[in-house]
């Protein structure tokens, strides 16, 4: 294995930003957290990273917003989106995110999209 | 003596429109006001035939029916209705009627009548409203009569029986049966035998004398179901199409018809057959008509008294029938109001309780949207529990004392985790509020939109929106999204100096939108590739542009097709079904 991939998760939610944390570097992948939009936008300025984990309803910039500004920048760097909620799936702007996985306990689900991405 | 002559004299003022007409039909005698109704002078009325009078098609044989016929016993026509001609070729509406006067060997008939012109025009005016309101209530159980008519019916019948003026024996009420097409007996009053009308008039004689008091008392005889007449009566049923029955006449000729002993027609069967039914000599038979249509007749007869009937009679039972169909009829019409505007209320009462049911059901849904809302709000935290707990779990040996509890922790929250997705997978559906969206608004927002664009590259823009497009069932900032990407697509496609082309058009229940641009085109094995993700040909674009609008255009229930030619252009057409609803 060479470099390890790095992750970036954007959440305003602390608890959620140290569980990725945590899980994602068990798995052997560099995370790094941002725990608003802005930061996270900032932090992708100062660091490229492989794949974004990126949360929605967040105060100030909302995760719809942050997704435009990444895909306009970088319009090749994947971001799964992570949310509580279902029904952002109906607006088109998050669809031009790679994918999109309901927030649970169970992290199966994206530990398995995140390899998918990055290791197909 | 003296006294005749005065009346004589003064015969114009009382008779008014009167004349003299001998057995050859010639007027020998016209009154003042007669001349001047007709428009005749003095030189021009000297044996003058009555035909003069008579519009085209009637002869006096019609019209004077079978008067001079000296087998006949009729010496008279009352109350009859018919039209006449005056000098001037002008048509009236005449009330008549006519007396045989025998003097020596000579037959003389003297006519006197009315000028109902006004009154008949005024009537047809009625007659029209009347004939929309009754068929418009017609479907409203027309042949089940109602309580009330019955009591009309009686107080109808009593008149002609008990009132002061009428005092015939007995009445009979006969009505047409559209359903069967019949003739129908509905309702009868008199005596069915001698001792029967010694008791009625017995009752009669000690009930009070007016009108309203003797329809009361009538319907509080106990035994009115029982008359005999009643049910004499109700076995009357005679087609509509036996022309020939004596029954049926008045209605076809709506003119009344006396039967008895000199009757042409004595002969007839269905003359013997009601002199048999009725055992009696002599009867009248009064149509009923409502606004030119017959709707019954009135059988009238004296079977006890014996006494004949009398042209008073048959002038105050022909005007007394007139005024009883007007009531008649306007009551089962007030009936059938009455009913429509029951069901009316009913109706209201229906649209009340389902509204009701839509607020109830609209409280839930709220209540829906709540439970959803909070449900979401579980889940986040709910997933930090869950991965914590999960992570520690995962992390611990079977045989240490945590392990139980944390498995506990975790099966419990996947647990509720199902639940919540349970909620919301069956309370709400994620609400979609679909719009009905005006797409000329749309289009010429975006035009305005990219004008500064258009300008400055100098590009002509065509527009051609067909006129009433129907709303389309989709959200207005969807639809704008779609046409604002493929015009900016064609805009940046020309570059500079060009031509767009934005087309709506309305074909078969399905909107189309054509949206054709003079760029440098693709070949068509590009043509696959452009829908798909980051493709692109511009310098600095993302690429998600179509993507976007091929999303959208499909989830809203439309197709988009795409035809390049390169160096010429690209046009993109979008097609939605008028009807399409999620």
Not at chain 1, 61 to 73: Q, R
Not at chain 2, 15 to 20: F, H
Not at chain 2, 69 to 85: E, F, G, P, R
Not at chain 2, 308 to 319: E, S, Y
């Amino acid at each position: 294995m060479g470099q390890k991939k790095r992750i970036l998760v954007i959440d305003d939610e602390v608890n959620i930003c140290e569980l990725l944390s945590l899980e994602f570097t068990d798995l052997g992948y560099e995370v790094s957290t941002a725990n608003s939009a802005f930061n996270g936008l900032l932090s992708l300025k100062k660091q490229a990273v492989d794949l974004v984990i990126l949360d929605i309803k967040m105060p100030g910039m909302d995760g719809i917003e942050a997704l435009e500004k990444i895909i306009s920048t970088q319009n090749n760097l994947p971001v799964i989106i992570h949310s509580a909620y279902s029904h952002f799936k109906e607006n088109y702007l998050t669809w031009s995110a790679t994918s999109y996985v309901i927030k649970s306990g169970n992290l199966t689900e994206l530990k398995q999209t995140v390899q998918d991405i990055l290791n197909p | 003596m003296i006294y005749q002559e005065v009346l004589f004299q003064n015969l114009d003022k009382i008779l008014n429109v009167w004349m003299i007409i001998d057995s050859d039909y010639k007027i020998v005698h016209w009154s003042q006001p007669a001349k001047q109704q007709f428009g005749f002078n003095e030189d021009e009325i000297n044996n003058q035939s009555f035909s003069v009078l008579l519009p085209e098609f009637v002869t006096e044989e019609l019209f004077f029916e079978n008067l001079l016929d000296s087998n006949q016993s009729v010496t008279s026509l009352i109350n009859q209705s018919a039209k006449l001609k005056q000098k001037n070729n002008i048509i009236i509406d005449v009330e008549f009627s006519i007396f045989k006067l025998t003097h020596e060997d000579k037959i003389l008939l003297l006519l006197s009548l009315d000028n109902i012109t006004e009154e008949v025009e005024l009537q047809q005016l009625v007659n029209s409203k009347m004939k929309q309101l009754n068929e418009r209530f017609h479907q409203m159980n027309d042949d089940q009569l109602d309580q009330t008519i019955y009591d009309i019916f009686g107080a109808v019948l009593v008149s002609i029986t008990a009132g002061q003026g009428l005092q015939f024996n007995r009445a009979f009420l006969l009505y047409i049966d559209q359903k069967s097409e019949s003739l129908k007996g509905i309702q009868a009053i008199g005596p069915g035998s001698g001792e029967e009308a010694g008791k009625i008039y017995q009752e009669f004689d000690q009930t009070p004398k007016t009108l309203t008091e003797m329809i009361t008392h009538y319907q509080n005889l106990k035994y009115q179901k029982d008359f005999l007449v009643n049910e004499m009566v109700q076995q009357i049923n005679v087609k509509l199409d036996d022309y020939e029955h004596i029954l049926i006449q008045p209605l076809v000729t709506q003119k009344y018809i006396i039967v008895n002993d000199n009757s042409l027609n004595v002969n007839d069967p269905s003359v013997i057959w009601l002199r048999q039914l009725l055992s009696v000599s002599e009867c009248i038979i009064i149509p009923m008509i409502w606004h030119g249509r017959s709707i019954g007749v009135i059988i009238a007869d004296n079977q006890v008294t014996r006494r004949p009937i009398t042209n008073l009679d048959i002038k105050k039972l022909t005007r007394f029938t007139k005024t009883a169909v007007n009531v008649i009829e306007s009551v089962r019409l007030l009936i059938k109001l009455e009913e429509s505007i029951t069901n009316v209320k009913k109706a209201n009462l229906q649209i009340r309780e389902s509204q009701a049911i839509l607020v109830q059901k609209e409280k839930l849904a709220a209540m829906g949207e709540l439970v959803a809302h909070m449900a979401h709000e579980v889940r986040g935290p709910l997933a930090i529990i869950g991965g914590f707990a999960r992570r520690v779990f995962n992390q611990t040996a079977t045989r240490s004392k945590h392990y139980d509890s944390l498995k506990r922790i975790v099966e419990t929250v996947d647990t509720l985790e199902l639940v919540i997705n349970d909620i919301l997978s069956s309370s709400v559906p994620e609400k979609v509020d679909q719009g009905r969206c005006d797409s000329s608004k749309v289009i010429n927002r975006v035009i305005a939109l990219m004008e500064e664009e258009i300008l400055k590259r100098e590009i002509s823009v065509n527009v051609n929106l067909q006129g009433n497009l129907p709303n389309i069932n989709i959200k207005e900032h969807h639809l704008f999204e779609i046409i604002s990407n493929l015009v900016k697509n064609s805009v940046e496609a020309i570059d500079k100096n060009g031509l767009l082309i934005i087309l709506a058009n309305y074909v078969k229940e399905k909107i189309i939108f054509t949206i054709q641009d003079t760029g440098p085109g693709f070949p068509s094995t590009e043509i696959e590739k452009i829908f798909s993700p980051f493709y692109t040909t511009k310098k600095d674009g993302t690429g998600l542009g179509l993507v976007v609008v091929k999303k959208l255009v499909e989830k809203n229930g439309g197709s988009i097709e795409v035809t390049s030619v390169p160096t010429k252009g690209t046009t993109f057409k979008i097609t939605f079904s008028e009807h399409y609803s999620e």
